[in-house]
Nanobody, 125 residues
Framework: QVQLVESGGGLVQAGGSLRLSCAAS????????MGWFRQAPGKEREFVGV????????NYADSVRGRFTISRDNLKNTVYLEMNSLKPEDTAVYYC??????????????????WGQGTQVTVSS
């Protein structure tokens, strides 16, 4: 089992920045690829980005590429989502998730076995 707890959400003005954190406990954190997803009211959950177990490979959704950056610290069992140039359409509940890293980074939420409880990000215009 892997337990995930997100933090760092809040209210920010358009153009601002936030950094989300996801702390993991349980099984070996460094063997998991870590993804970020988000869900806006009335919409389906969507992929934001993912980082490999080593932190050397990342993949992002087109909507956030160039604005968001995922990083991880395996010594602290924590993954981060740095969000810059935020837009009102980035408003959503953000979730971190984990899947066993076997060389392919997953972008579909159904392929992730572990999820955090989510943290709200609201971007005002």
């Amino acid at each position: 089992q892997v337990q995930l707890v997100e933090s760092g959400g809040g209210l920010v003005q358009a153009g601002g920045s936030l950094r989300l954190s996801c702390a993991a406990s349980g099984r070996t954190f460094s063997s998991y690829a870590m993804g970020w997803f988000r869900q806006a009211p009335g919409k389906e959950r969507e992929f934001v980005g993912v980082i490999s177990w080593s932190g050397t490979i990342t993949n992002y959704a087109d909507s956030v590429r160039g604005r968001f950056t995922i990083s991880r610290d395996n010594l602290k069992n924590t993954v981060y989502l740095e969000m810059n140039s935020l837009k009102p359409e980035d408003t959503a509940v953000y979730y971190c998730a984990a899947h066993a890293d076997v060389g392919i980074l997953r972008t579909s939420d159904v392929e992730y076995g572990y999820w955090g409880q989510g943290t709200q990000v609201t971007v005002s215009s």
